[in-house]
């Protein structure tokens, strides 16, 4: 990859971020659930610090600072779907059992194809985020567990979002 390309695949990376910091509090005041509410509090917060590092690196990649990309149109539409959700059900299970595994996997891709001595900042910033992205997931699965909350069925969604091979849109 070159510069242009490492700083767009980060820029929609960093547009995703700020799509699930605006989902999650979107969703916060409509969802009942007090538990949740502070779970999508501190994930707002999470995704917010991603936002901002991911737009930091940008400006190193000799774009503006906090360079944002809108992704591939079909992986907008999935992010706005997903949004949607009513229940808290639909809404854990979309966004943390197929959304953000999905990001940490297209993050472990995007550290598998650039060079990491060129690109070690971003590998370095990736490296932060994953794990975060991990630990919300595990957080979400206890609460379902302390809540009873049953896992929606989202296949048809989950097919669409492995479908997509590149969020990176031309």
């Known amino acids: 990859?070159?510069?242009?390309?490492?700083?767009?695949?980060?820029?929609?990376?960093r547009f995703i971020e700020v799509y699930l910091m605006e989902t999650a509090a979107y969703?916060?005041?409509?969802?009942?659930?007090?538990?949740?509410?502070?779970?999508f509090g501190r994930h707002i917060w999470d995704f917010a610090q991603h936002a901002d590092w991911l737009g930091k690196r940008t400006f190193e990649l000799r774009q503006p600072e906090h360079y944002t990309r809108r992704p591939d149109d079909a992986y907008v539409r999935l992010l706005e779907q997903m949004k949607q959700a009513e229940t808290v059900s639909e809404r854990l299970t979309l966004l943390y059992d197929v959304v953000v595994p999905g990001l940490v996997r297209r993050y472990g891709r995007y550290l598998e194809t650039t060079d990491r001595l060129l690109d070690g900042p971003s590998v370095l910033v990736i490296e932060r985020i994953i794990p975060e992205l991990r630990r919300q997931m595990g957080e979400a699965q206890n609460l379902r567990k302390e809540l009873a909350v049953k896992t929606a069925d989202t296949s048809d969604f989950r097919r669409a979002e492995t479908a997509i091979d590149s969020v990176v849109g031309a």
């Open 27 to 39: 969703w916060t005041p409509i969802t009942p659930e007090m538990e949740v509410k502070v779970m």
């Open 1 to 13: 990859m070159n510069v242009k390309q490492r700083a767009d695949a980060l820029g929609t990376f």
